[in-house]
Protein backbone atom coordinates (compact mmCIF):
# COMPACT_ATOMS: atom_id res chain seq x y z
CA UNK A 1 0.00 0.00 0.00
CA UNK A 2 1.40 3.71 -0.92
CA UNK A 3 1.72 6.19 1.88
CA UNK A 4 -0.94 9.15 1.79
CA UNK A 5 2.11 11.67 1.55
CA UNK A 6 3.64 9.71 -1.17
CA UNK A 7 0.36 10.24 -3.15
CA UNK A 8 -0.29 13.83 -2.71
CA UNK A 9 3.65 14.10 -4.00
CA UNK A 10 2.43 12.44 -7.14
CA UNK A 11 -0.81 14.18 -8.07
CA UNK A 12 -2.85 17.17 -7.47
CA UNK A 13 -5.83 16.72 -5.64
CA UNK A 14 -8.78 18.53 -5.92
CA UNK A 15 -11.44 18.96 -2.89
CA UNK A 16 -14.77 17.18 -2.34
CA UNK A 17 -18.07 18.55 -3.74
CA UNK A 18 -19.59 20.85 -0.88
CA UNK A 19 -22.71 18.84 0.44
CA UNK A 20 -21.99 15.17 1.22
CA UNK A 21 -22.30 16.06 5.11
CA UNK A 22 -25.66 17.81 4.39
CA UNK A 23 -26.98 14.62 2.49
CA UNK A 24 -26.15 12.43 4.81
CA UNK A 25 -27.56 14.33 8.07
CA UNK A 26 -30.78 14.17 6.29
CA UNK A 27 -30.99 10.39 5.64
CA UNK A 28 -30.12 10.54 9.57
CA UNK A 29 -33.49 12.34 9.82
CA UNK A 30 -35.42 9.78 8.06
CA UNK A 31 -39.51 9.26 8.52
CA UNK A 32 -38.77 6.25 11.30
CA UNK A 33 -36.78 8.78 13.08
CA UNK A 34 -39.33 11.68 12.43
CA UNK A 35 -41.63 9.61 14.18
CA UNK A 36 -39.51 8.69 16.90
CA UNK A 37 -38.52 12.24 17.54
CA UNK A 38 -42.79 13.15 17.04
CA UNK A 39 -43.62 10.60 19.32
CA UNK A 40 -41.14 11.56 22.28
CA UNK A 41 -42.57 14.85 21.82
CA UNK A 42 -46.18 14.22 22.18
CA UNK A 43 -45.72 12.03 24.82
CA UNK A 44 -42.84 14.12 27.06
CA UNK A 45 -43.17 17.70 25.44
CA UNK A 46 -40.54 19.66 26.07
CA UNK A 47 -38.86 17.12 27.95
CA UNK A 48 -36.54 15.79 25.32
CA UNK A 49 -35.15 18.67 23.99
CA UNK A 50 -31.49 18.33 25.77
CA UNK A 51 -31.03 15.21 24.17
CA UNK A 52 -30.30 16.86 20.82
CA UNK A 53 -27.31 18.99 22.25
CA UNK A 54 -26.18 16.21 23.69
CA UNK A 55 -25.99 13.86 21.20
CA UNK A 56 -24.69 16.07 18.29
CA UNK A 57 -21.02 15.83 18.75
CA UNK A 58 -21.05 12.22 18.62
CA UNK A 59 -23.09 12.42 15.58
CA UNK A 60 -20.21 14.15 14.25
CA UNK A 61 -17.85 11.74 15.41
CA UNK A 62 -19.48 8.80 13.79
CA UNK A 63 -19.92 10.84 10.28
CA UNK A 64 -16.57 12.21 10.06
CA UNK A 65 -14.72 9.00 10.80
CA UNK A 66 -16.56 7.31 8.39
CA UNK A 67 -15.87 9.58 6.03
CA UNK A 68 -12.18 9.88 7.06
CA UNK A 69 -11.80 5.80 6.27
CA UNK A 70 -13.69 6.11 3.10
CA UNK A 71 -11.23 9.22 2.07
CA UNK A 72 -7.72 7.79 3.20
CA UNK A 73 -8.58 3.98 2.56
CA UNK A 74 -9.74 4.53 -0.60
CA UNK A 75 -12.41 1.91 0.48
CA UNK A 76 -16.25 2.07 1.68
CA UNK A 77 -16.56 0.67 5.10
CA UNK A 78 -17.04 -3.19 4.65
CA UNK A 79 -14.33 -3.28 1.82
CA UNK A 80 -12.07 -2.07 4.58
CA UNK A 81 -13.55 -4.90 6.95
CA UNK A 82 -12.79 -7.10 4.82
CA UNK A 83 -9.35 -6.65 4.10
CA UNK A 84 -8.50 -6.29 7.94
CA UNK A 85 -10.93 -8.49 9.91
CA UNK A 86 -11.78 -12.36 9.75
CA UNK A 87 -14.43 -13.86 7.64
CA UNK A 88 -16.65 -14.06 11.39
CA UNK A 89 -16.57 -10.73 11.92
CA UNK A 90 -17.66 -9.36 9.18
CA UNK A 91 -20.42 -11.62 8.30
CA UNK A 92 -21.69 -11.00 11.44
CA UNK A 93 -21.67 -7.05 11.55
CA UNK A 94 -22.93 -7.95 8.05
CA UNK A 95 -26.54 -9.78 9.01
CA UNK A 96 -26.83 -7.49 11.18
CA UNK A 97 -26.81 -3.96 9.48
CA UNK A 98 -28.70 -5.91 5.92
CA UNK A 99 -31.79 -6.74 8.84
CA UNK A 100 -31.76 -3.47 10.38
CA UNK A 101 -31.27 -1.28 6.82
CA UNK A 102 -34.03 -3.40 5.04
CA UNK A 103 -36.41 -2.80 7.69
CA UNK A 104 -36.22 0.62 8.37
CA UNK A 105 -35.91 0.96 4.63
CA UNK A 106 -39.70 -0.89 4.44
CA UNK A 107 -41.19 1.32 7.21
CA UNK A 108 -40.09 4.56 5.79
CA UNK A 109 -41.74 3.43 1.93
CA UNK A 110 -44.70 3.13 4.26
CA UNK A 111 -44.09 6.25 6.09
CA UNK A 112 -43.77 8.55 2.34
CA UNK A 113 -46.96 6.85 0.94
CA UNK A 114 -48.92 7.62 4.52
CA UNK A 115 -47.71 11.45 4.02
CA UNK A 116 -48.69 11.57 0.63
CA UNK A 117 -51.91 9.92 0.68
CA UNK A 118 -52.35 13.16 3.30
CA UNK A 119 -51.76 15.28 0.55
CA UNK A 120 -53.29 13.34 -2.45
CA UNK A 121 -56.14 11.37 -2.41
CA UNK A 122 -54.27 7.89 -3.80
CA UNK A 123 -54.86 4.48 -2.34
CA UNK A 124 -51.41 3.76 0.08
CA UNK A 125 -50.16 0.30 -1.24
CA UNK A 126 -50.53 1.98 -4.72
CA UNK A 127 -48.32 4.54 -3.26
CA UNK A 128 -46.12 2.72 -1.65
CA UNK A 129 -45.11 0.71 -5.16
CA UNK A 130 -45.39 3.84 -7.37
CA UNK A 131 -42.63 5.68 -4.66
CA UNK A 132 -40.64 2.65 -4.57
CA UNK A 133 -40.18 2.36 -8.49
CA UNK A 134 -39.45 5.81 -8.14
CA UNK A 135 -36.55 5.80 -5.91
CA UNK A 136 -35.53 2.46 -7.83
CA UNK A 137 -35.32 4.42 -11.33
CA UNK A 138 -33.14 7.44 -9.89
CA UNK A 139 -30.60 4.76 -8.33
CA UNK A 140 -30.86 2.64 -11.31
CA UNK A 141 -30.33 5.28 -14.26
CA UNK A 142 -29.40 8.16 -12.63
CA UNK A 143 -25.64 8.90 -12.29
CA UNK A 144 -23.12 9.46 -8.94
CA UNK A 145 -23.11 13.29 -9.85
CA UNK A 146 -27.11 13.90 -10.03
CA UNK A 147 -28.31 11.64 -7.51
CA UNK A 148 -25.94 13.73 -5.02
CA UNK A 149 -27.19 16.99 -6.57
CA UNK A 150 -31.07 15.61 -6.11
CA UNK A 151 -30.43 14.37 -2.68
CA UNK A 152 -28.59 17.91 -1.68
CA UNK A 153 -31.91 20.06 -2.72
CA UNK A 154 -34.30 17.14 -1.24
CA UNK A 155 -32.54 17.97 2.04
CA UNK A 156 -33.43 21.60 2.35
CA UNK A 157 -37.13 20.46 2.97
CA UNK A 158 -36.19 20.01 6.15
CA UNK A 159 -36.62 23.34 6.84
CA UNK A 160 -39.83 22.82 7.07
CA UNK A 161 -39.75 21.41 10.75
CA UNK A 162 -38.72 24.71 11.51
CA UNK A 163 -41.16 26.37 9.88
CA UNK A 164 -43.76 23.89 11.93
CA UNK A 165 -42.16 24.76 15.20
CA UNK A 166 -42.54 28.85 14.94
CA UNK A 167 -46.63 28.53 13.89
CA UNK A 168 -47.00 26.16 17.31
CA UNK A 169 -45.59 29.36 19.31
CA UNK A 170 -43.96 27.12 21.87
CA UNK A 171 -43.21 28.75 25.50
CA UNK A 172 -39.69 30.54 24.87
CA UNK A 173 -38.63 29.88 28.84
CA UNK A 174 -39.74 26.67 29.07
CA UNK A 175 -37.97 26.25 26.00
CA UNK A 176 -34.54 27.22 27.24
CA UNK A 177 -35.09 25.85 30.33
CA UNK A 178 -35.17 22.03 28.93
CA UNK A 179 -32.81 22.65 26.53
CA UNK A 180 -30.25 22.53 28.84
CA UNK A 181 -31.14 21.24 31.67
CA UNK A 182 -31.83 17.58 31.56
CA UNK A 183 -34.72 15.97 32.39
CA UNK A 184 -34.59 12.71 32.80
CA UNK A 185 -37.31 10.21 34.46
CA UNK A 186 -36.15 7.24 35.53
CA UNK A 187 -39.43 5.06 33.54
CA UNK A 188 -40.06 2.93 30.87
CA UNK A 189 -41.43 4.79 28.46
CA UNK A 190 -39.17 7.74 28.91
CA UNK A 191 -36.01 5.58 29.06
CA UNK A 192 -37.41 3.18 25.87
CA UNK A 193 -37.72 6.67 24.09
CA UNK A 194 -34.43 7.95 25.34
CA UNK A 195 -32.65 4.84 24.02
CA UNK A 196 -34.94 4.72 20.49
CA UNK A 197 -33.50 8.58 19.97
CA UNK A 198 -29.77 7.60 19.99
CA UNK A 199 -30.35 4.29 17.92
CA UNK A 200 -31.85 6.00 15.34
CA UNK A 201 -29.46 9.32 15.34
CA UNK A 202 -26.46 6.48 15.49
CA UNK A 203 -27.75 4.17 12.91
CA UNK A 204 -25.54 2.20 11.17
CA UNK A 205 -26.87 3.17 7.58
CA UNK A 206 -25.35 6.26 8.09
CA UNK A 207 -21.15 4.81 8.21
CA UNK A 208 -21.88 2.59 5.57
CA UNK A 209 -23.10 5.78 3.24
CA UNK A 210 -20.69 8.58 4.31
CA UNK A 211 -17.63 5.82 3.46
CA UNK A 212 -18.60 5.10 -0.06
CA UNK A 213 -19.96 8.41 -0.81
CA UNK A 214 -16.39 10.08 -0.62
CA UNK A 215 -15.26 6.91 -2.94
CA UNK A 216 -17.84 7.37 -5.33
CA UNK A 217 -17.16 11.44 -4.73
CA UNK A 218 -13.20 10.63 -5.70
CA UNK A 219 -14.18 8.25 -8.52
CA UNK A 220 -16.44 11.16 -9.96
CA UNK A 221 -13.20 13.02 -10.32
CA UNK A 222 -11.41 10.61 -12.30
CA UNK A 223 -9.42 8.34 -9.53
CA UNK A 224 -10.73 5.12 -10.63
CA UNK A 225 -7.95 2.61 -9.32
CA UNK A 226 -7.71 2.37 -5.51
CA UNK A 227 -4.10 3.05 -5.91
CA UNK A 228 -5.42 6.74 -6.93
CA UNK A 229 -7.92 6.85 -4.31
CA UNK A 230 -5.14 6.13 -1.14
CA UNK A 231 -4.45 8.59 0.78
CA UNK A 232 -5.86 12.16 1.87
CA UNK A 233 -4.75 15.92 2.15
CA UNK A 234 -4.95 17.96 4.90
CA UNK A 235 -7.02 20.25 2.98
CA UNK A 236 -9.07 17.49 2.10
CA UNK A 237 -9.80 16.34 5.53
CA UNK A 238 -10.50 19.81 6.69
CA UNK A 239 -13.19 20.53 4.01
CA UNK A 240 -14.42 17.46 4.70
CA UNK A 241 -14.84 18.20 8.79
CA UNK A 242 -16.18 21.41 8.05
CA UNK A 243 -19.02 19.99 5.47
CA UNK A 244 -19.66 17.29 7.76
CA UNK A 245 -20.05 19.50 10.94
CA UNK A 246 -22.48 21.75 8.75
CA UNK A 247 -24.75 18.62 7.58
CA UNK A 248 -24.87 16.93 11.21
CA UNK A 249 -26.03 20.43 12.93
CA UNK A 250 -28.20 20.55 10.21
CA UNK A 251 -29.85 17.35 11.11
CA UNK A 252 -29.77 18.27 14.78
CA UNK A 253 -31.39 21.13 14.56
CA UNK A 254 -34.45 19.70 12.79
CA UNK A 255 -34.33 16.31 15.66
CA UNK A 256 -34.88 19.66 17.84
CA UNK A 257 -37.37 21.26 16.15
CA UNK A 258 -39.83 17.86 15.37
CA UNK A 259 -39.58 17.45 19.45
CA UNK A 260 -40.00 21.21 19.67
CA UNK A 261 -43.12 21.97 17.67
CA UNK A 262 -44.97 18.07 18.76
CA UNK A 263 -43.97 19.13 22.38
CA UNK A 264 -45.78 22.79 21.87
CA UNK A 265 -48.78 21.44 20.25
CA UNK A 266 -49.89 17.85 20.71
CA UNK A 267 -48.37 17.28 24.18
CA UNK A 268 -50.13 20.45 25.12
CA UNK A 269 -53.23 19.45 23.50
CA UNK A 270 -53.01 15.80 25.82
CA UNK A 271 -52.47 13.97 22.04
CA UNK A 272 -49.48 11.77 24.09
CA UNK A 273 -50.07 8.63 21.45
CA UNK A 274 -48.60 9.37 17.79
CA UNK A 275 -47.15 6.18 16.21
CA UNK A 276 -45.87 7.64 12.41
CA UNK A 277 -45.13 10.70 11.25
CA UNK A 278 -48.26 11.14 9.40
CA UNK A 279 -49.75 10.55 12.04
CA UNK A 280 -47.95 13.58 13.65
CA UNK A 281 -48.71 15.74 10.44
CA UNK A 282 -52.75 14.73 10.30
CA UNK A 283 -52.67 15.62 14.18
CA UNK A 284 -50.85 19.10 13.64
CA UNK A 285 -53.16 20.33 11.74
CA UNK A 286 -56.29 21.56 13.83
CA UNK A 287 -54.05 22.20 16.69
CA UNK A 288 -50.73 24.59 14.71
CA UNK A 289 -52.76 25.01 11.63
CA UNK A 290 -53.16 23.31 8.34
CA UNK A 291 -49.46 25.17 7.24
CA UNK A 292 -48.26 23.29 10.28
CA UNK A 293 -49.46 20.07 9.36
CA UNK A 294 -48.44 20.57 5.62
CA UNK A 295 -44.79 21.24 6.50
CA UNK A 296 -44.38 18.35 8.20
CA UNK A 297 -45.60 15.96 5.92
CA UNK A 298 -44.02 17.96 2.97
CA UNK A 299 -40.60 16.75 5.24
CA UNK A 300 -41.50 12.94 5.79
CA UNK A 301 -41.90 13.30 1.86
CA UNK A 302 -38.89 14.88 0.86
CA UNK A 303 -35.81 13.16 3.37
CA UNK A 304 -37.83 9.94 2.11
CA UNK A 305 -36.41 10.40 -0.86
CA UNK A 306 -33.03 10.61 0.51
CA UNK A 307 -33.24 7.76 3.23
CA UNK A 308 -34.66 4.87 1.25
CA UNK A 309 -32.16 4.82 -1.53
CA UNK A 310 -29.05 5.65 1.27
CA UNK A 311 -30.64 2.21 3.02
CA UNK A 312 -31.11 0.42 0.38
CA UNK A 313 -27.59 1.48 -2.18
CA UNK A 314 -26.14 1.44 1.38
CA UNK A 315 -27.15 -2.40 1.86
CA UNK A 316 -25.93 -3.44 -1.60
CA UNK A 317 -22.90 -1.60 -0.55
CA UNK A 318 -22.08 -3.95 2.11
CA UNK A 319 -23.53 -7.04 0.79
CA UNK A 320 -21.13 -7.08 -2.70
CA UNK A 321 -18.01 -5.27 -0.53
CA UNK A 322 -18.20 -8.09 2.00
CA UNK A 323 -18.30 -10.56 -1.11
CA UNK A 324 -15.57 -8.98 -3.22
CA UNK A 325 -17.85 -7.74 -6.41
CA UNK A 326 -17.59 -4.38 -7.56
CA UNK A 327 -20.15 -2.23 -6.15
CA UNK A 328 -20.53 1.94 -6.90
CA UNK A 329 -22.98 4.03 -8.67
CA UNK A 330 -20.31 5.31 -10.91
CA UNK A 331 -21.16 1.55 -12.59
CA UNK A 332 -23.64 1.19 -15.58
CA UNK A 333 -26.35 -0.85 -14.96
CA UNK A 334 -25.30 -3.84 -17.23
CA UNK A 335 -21.28 -3.28 -15.87
CA UNK A 336 -22.67 -3.36 -12.38
CA UNK A 337 -25.43 -6.40 -12.23
CA UNK A 338 -24.67 -7.72 -9.23
CA UNK A 339 -24.78 -4.69 -6.98
CA UNK A 340 -27.80 -3.06 -8.79
CA UNK A 341 -29.82 -6.41 -8.13
CA UNK A 342 -28.79 -6.06 -4.61
CA UNK A 343 -30.61 -2.83 -5.00
CA UNK A 344 -33.51 -4.62 -6.39
CA UNK A 345 -33.82 -7.28 -3.97
CA UNK A 346 -33.32 -4.89 -1.21
CA UNK A 347 -35.90 -2.50 -2.40
CA UNK A 348 -38.53 -5.09 -3.49
CA UNK A 349 -37.96 -7.69 0.16
CA UNK A 350 -38.83 -3.69 1.59
CA UNK A 351 -41.76 -3.13 -0.61
CA UNK A 352 -42.79 -6.52 0.13
CA UNK A 353 -43.52 -5.86 3.77
CA UNK A 354 -45.43 -3.34 3.34
CA UNK A 355 -48.15 -5.80 2.73
CA UNK A 356 -47.64 -8.28 5.02
CA UNK A 357 -49.60 -6.94 7.71
CA UNK A 358 -46.87 -5.73 10.14
CA UNK A 359 -47.52 -2.93 12.07
CA UNK A 360 -45.30 -0.85 11.03
CA UNK A 361 -44.05 0.91 14.22
CA UNK A 362 -43.78 -2.67 15.46
CA UNK A 363 -41.38 -3.50 12.52
CA UNK A 364 -39.39 -0.02 13.87
CA UNK A 365 -39.19 -1.53 17.17
CA UNK A 366 -37.47 -4.44 15.81
CA UNK A 367 -35.28 -2.25 13.28
CA UNK A 368 -34.11 -0.46 16.19
CA UNK A 369 -33.03 -3.31 18.40
CA UNK A 370 -31.26 -4.82 15.48
CA UNK A 371 -29.68 -1.39 14.55
CA UNK A 372 -29.02 -0.71 18.43
CA UNK A 373 -26.96 -4.11 18.80
CA UNK A 374 -25.00 -3.98 15.52
CA UNK A 375 -24.01 0.23 15.39
CA UNK A 376 -22.12 -0.33 18.97
CA UNK A 377 -19.86 -2.95 17.60
CA UNK A 378 -19.33 -1.47 14.09
CA UNK A 379 -18.76 2.05 15.83
CA UNK A 380 -15.42 0.54 17.73
CA UNK A 381 -14.32 -1.31 14.25
CA UNK A 382 -14.24 2.31 12.56
CA UNK A 383 -12.02 3.12 15.69
CA UNK A 384 -9.77 0.68 15.72
CA UNK A 385 -9.47 1.08 11.58
CA UNK A 386 -8.99 4.62 11.93
CA UNK A 387 -5.91 4.47 14.26
CA UNK A 388 -4.56 1.30 12.43
CA UNK A 389 -1.21 3.05 10.70
CA UNK A 390 -1.00 0.13 8.14
CA UNK A 391 -4.56 1.20 6.84
CA UNK A 392 -4.17 5.39 7.41
CA UNK A 393 -0.93 5.90 7.38
CA UNK A 394 0.33 9.16 9.28
CA UNK A 395 -3.75 10.38 9.19
CA UNK A 396 -4.89 8.13 11.77
CA UNK A 397 -6.89 9.57 14.56
CA UNK A 398 -5.10 12.55 16.89
CA UNK A 399 -6.23 12.76 20.41
CA UNK A 400 -9.61 14.78 20.76
CA UNK A 401 -11.45 12.64 18.10
CA UNK A 402 -10.28 9.74 19.81
CA UNK A 403 -11.57 10.92 22.99
CA UNK A 404 -14.86 11.82 21.42
CA UNK A 405 -14.69 8.58 18.83
CA UNK A 406 -14.15 6.32 22.01
CA UNK A 407 -17.09 8.13 24.17
CA UNK A 408 -19.59 7.46 21.22
CA UNK A 409 -18.70 3.91 21.41
CA UNK A 410 -19.23 4.11 25.30
CA UNK A 411 -22.39 5.69 24.84
CA UNK A 412 -23.96 3.37 22.25
CA UNK A 413 -23.51 0.50 24.11
CA UNK A 414 -24.80 2.13 27.06
CA UNK A 415 -28.07 2.54 25.14
CA UNK A 416 -28.06 -0.83 24.31
CA UNK A 417 -27.61 -1.99 27.77
CA UNK A 418 -30.67 0.51 28.56
CA UNK A 419 -32.78 -1.03 25.67
CA UNK A 420 -32.17 -4.47 27.21
CA UNK A 421 -33.09 -3.45 30.69
CA UNK A 422 -35.82 -1.73 29.52
CA UNK A 423 -37.61 -5.38 28.44
CA UNK A 424 -37.48 -6.46 31.87
CA UNK A 425 -38.92 -3.23 34.02
Same mark, same amino acid.
Given at each position: ???????????????????????????????????????????????????????????????????????????????????????????????????????????????????????????????????????????????????????????????????????????? /? !?? +???????? =?? *????? #? &?????????????????????????????????????????????????? /? !?? +???????? =?? *????? #? &???????????????????????????????????????????????????????????????????? #?????????????????????????????????????????????????????????????????????????????????????????????????
Amino acid at each position: MKEPQAEEEERPRTLRALGLGLITGAADDDPSAIGTYASAGAKFGPAFLWAAPFIFPMMFAVVYLSSKLGQVSGRGLFAAMRDQYPRWVVDVTLVGVLIGNTIEAAADIGGIAAAVELLVPIPRPVLVVLVAGLIFSLQLWGSYRLIRNVFRWLALTLLAYIGAAVLARPDL /R !DV +LRHTFVPH =IQ *LNREY #L &SLLVAIFGTTLSAYLYTWQSNEEVEEEIAQGRIRLSERIGATEAELAASR /R !DI +LFGVLFSN =IV *LYFII #L &STGATLYRAGVHDIETAADAAKALRPLAGNAAGLLFALGVVGVGFISVPVMTTGAAYDLCQSLGWEAG #LAQKPREGARFYGAIAFFTAVAVGMNFLGINPMRALVWAGIVQGFSTPPLMMLIMRMTNNRQLMGDRVNGWAINVLGWTTVVVSFTATAGLVVTWFL
